[in-house]
C-alpha cells in the first residue's frame, strides 16, 4: 500500500474538544458547517475563508507570477431534501478535507495546486474555468433545472465530476436520478481494480473494500479489538452499505466525466487526518489520499 511521512500531520496531531453541529441545507444561503461556523452559501468563494475545525491546517504559496496556474480543488454548492438536520449536504467535512487534500497534492505529487480552494455553484461562470469539480454527500442531493443544465454543459464540455460520501440504495437512487437529468444517455460501469486509475500514482493492488473509509468514530471503533465493530470498516449498518463502489460515466472517448466512490467516507479521511494517529495510519494514509489523489491525477492526464 501507499505510504507518505507522517510528519506534518503528527505535528498537527491534537485531540479536539466539543463537536458543532449543521444546519439543514434545505434552507439558506446560511448554513453551519460541523464547527458551527456560519457559511453564506451566496457570497463563499474560497476554502480558506472559512474557519477549520478538525486542526490546523497547512497553507503554502506558489511561484510568484504562476498563482493561477495550478490545480484547485473545487467544492460544489447545492440543495439537499430534508433529513436529520444537516447530515446530508454540500458542507460535509468542509473546510478541513478540502484544504488537507489540496497540500497532500501539493506535497505528494508534481502539481503545482491552490492553497486556498474553490467553492462555487453550478450556475456560477466559473465552473468552466475548473477541469474537475468535487461534489460531498450528494446522497440527497436535489438539482434546479438551470443546475441540470449548467452540468449537462460542463461535462460535455470536457469536465469531470467527482462524487463521494453517500451510502446504500436509497442514496445511491437519489443521485442517479438527478444525473439522469443530466445525461439521460449514459450508463454507470464499475471500475474494476485493474483499471489504471488504481495504479497511476499508487499502486492500489487491494481488494476495493480494502480502500473503504469510515468516518472517524466508526473508524476508530473499526480499530479496536474490544469493540464489536472490529475490523469493519464500513460507516453503517446495512446489507446495502457494506460493499465499496467505484463507478463511473464514460464517454465515447471513454473518458471519465462522472467517478463516484459510493458506500465510503474519502472526506473523513482528508478531514480528520490529524485527530488520531490509528486512524490516520489506516484509513487517511492507505486509503483516501492515495484513492483520492490517483483519481484526481488520472482524471487530469486522460
Known amino acids: 500500500m501507499a505510504s507518505f511521512s507522517l510528519g506534518l500531520a503528527l505535528a498537527q496531531y491534537r485531540e479536539r474538544g466539543g463537536r458543532g453541529f449543521w444546519g439543514d441545507d434545505s434552507a439558506g444561503p446560511l448554513i453551519r458547517t460541523e464547527g458551527g461556523v456560519l457559511v453564506n452559501e451566496d ?4 476554502a480558506r475563508e472559512t474557519t477549520t475545525h478538525s486542526t490546523d491546517t497547512p497553507n503554502w504559496t506558489n511561484e510568484p507570477g504562476f498563482e493561477k496556474d495550478v490545480f484547485t480543488f473545487t467544492r460544489i454548492i447545492f440543495k439537499s431534501s430534508p433529513g436529520r438536520p444537516g447530515r446530508f449536504g454540500w458542507i460535509n467535512d468542509y473546510p478541513d478535507s478540502d484544504l488537507n487534500l489540496s497540500y497532500r497534492l501539493q506535497q505528494l505529487t508534481s502539481l503545482k495546486v491552490d492553497p486556498d480552494g474553490r467553492v462555487l455553484k453550478l450556475t456560477d461562470p466559473a465552473l468552466f474555468s475548473a477541469p474537475m469539480i468535487h461534489m460531498a454527500k ?7 433545472d438551470e443546475e441540470v443544465a449548467a452540468l449537462r454543459r460542463y461535462l460535455l464540455a470536457g469536465g469531470t465530476l467527482m462524487a463521494d460520501d453517500f451510502w446504500g440504495a436509497r442514496e445511491w ?14 450508463t454507470w ?9 488504481f495504479h497511476c500514482v499508487f499502486d492500489l493492488n487491494v481488494p476495493k473494500n480494502k480502500l473503504q473509509v469510515p468516518y472517524i468514530r ?17 460507516q ?13 460515466w464514460l464517454d465515447d472517448r471513454q473518458r471519465i466525466m462522472i467517478i463516484t466512490t459510493h458506500n465510503t467516507n474519502n472526506g473523513d479521511g482528508w478531514e480528520r487526518e490529524a485527530e488520531d ?14 484513492l483520492a489523489i490517483n483519481i484526481i491525477f488520472y482524471v487530469m492526464t486522460h
Do not use: C
Request: overall charge negative; hydrophobic content about 35%; cysteine-free.
Open 43 to 46: 457570497t463563499v468563494r474560497t
Open 138 to 144: 450528494p446522497g440527497r442531493m436535489i438539482l434546479r
Open 173 to 186: 437512487d437519489n443521485f442517479e436520478a438527478q444525473m439522469k437529468q443530466v445525461l439521460p444517455e449514459r
Open 189 to 197: 460501469v464499475e471500475l474494476p481494480m485493474e483499471h489504471a486509475l
Open 218 to 234: 466508526a473508524g476508530l471503533s473499526s480499530l479496536d479489538p474490544s469493540s464489536p465493530n472490529f475490523g469493519n470498516s464500513a
Open 236 to 248: 453503517f449498518a446495512g446489507e446495502d452499505m457494506k460493499e465499496m463502489h467505484v463507478r463511473a
Open 277 to 290: 494517529e490509528g486512524y490516520f495510519r489506516e484509513y487517511s494514509e492507505n486509503r483516501a489520499y492515495p
